[in-house]
């Protein structure tokens, strides 16, 4: 499971297979300047055999001579792995408002905040999310227990849930206990009953591993962007 997690995801398939914009080193800075506005770009690597440095349009509008003058190194801060989970692009992103994407040891492309926020990755990664509650659902389906005295859940959640379930039964709804399982009960029983099974170390381990799936997914079926 925790193989899934941290695959199921990553910043390649954010990205897909984008290649990278660059500046030529001989353009003016205002040049370069023109170019990056029109394309709506703050950050451009620097065109060479190997991409090693970059510009800011912030740093070009009033900048004489030409790029070259003008560029900074990539340093491994600036720099994600196209391999790297969602899940850890996301604690990079929180501080950083673009990175550079390696494939190979070469720079490839640059993931922003803006990549992240588009409706299209919104989408995809909803998916993904979904498909994943699903499987987590039917791993725990045979461990639901709605008695009374809330089994692997709290009492007051598995009420609720056996009144949903009766509510839907009463307008002919064929919907199983499963069906009627939030994200964070799945969460909230598997850590309970699987995560030695699961390959984690504690229930905490589990949680740490996928609590951030529960706030993500929710933000994203309300519409919300992934940095919202």
């Not at 070009?60 to 850890?88: N, T, Y």
Request: glycine share 8%; charged share 25%; net charge neutral.
């Amino acid at each position: 499971m925790r193989r899934l997690i941290d695959t199921a995801l990553t910043v390649g398939d954010i990205i897909g297979d984008s290649a990278r914009f660059t500046i030529d080193p001989s353009y003016s800075a205002r040049t370069a300047h023109s170019i990056l506005t029109a394309r709506g770009f703050d950050v451009a690597g620097v065109a060479g055999p190997q991409v090693t440095h970059y510009v800011l349009r912030s740093e070009l509008e009033s900048a004489r001579g030409v790029v070259a003058r003008r560029q900074h190194p990539i340093l491994s801060v600036d720099c994600v792995e196209s391999s790297l989970p969602v899940s850890d692009l996301l604690d990079r992103m929180a501080v950083h408002e673009w990175l550079f994407v390696l494939r190979g040891g070469r720079v490839t492309s640059i993931v922003t905040r803006a990549d992240l926020n588009s409706p299209v990755v919104s989408a995809a990664i909803l998916a993904e999310l979904t498909e994943f509650e699903h499987g987590m659902k039917m791993l725990c389906a045979d461990s639901i227990r709605i008695d009374g005295r809330g089994g692997l859940l709290s009492e007051e959640r598995a009420r609720k849930i056996a009144e949903q379930h009766a509510g839907q039964a009463k307008q002919n709804i064929d919907v199983s206990l499963t069906d009627c399982l939030m994200f964070s009960d799945v969460v909230a029983i598997c850590k309970r009953a699987y995560f030695e099974a699961l390959g984690f170390r504690s229930a905490k381990h589990l949680e740490n591993s996928v609590g951030f799936v529960i706030a993500l997914r929710t933000d994203l079926a309300h519409g919300r962007g992934v940095l919202h």
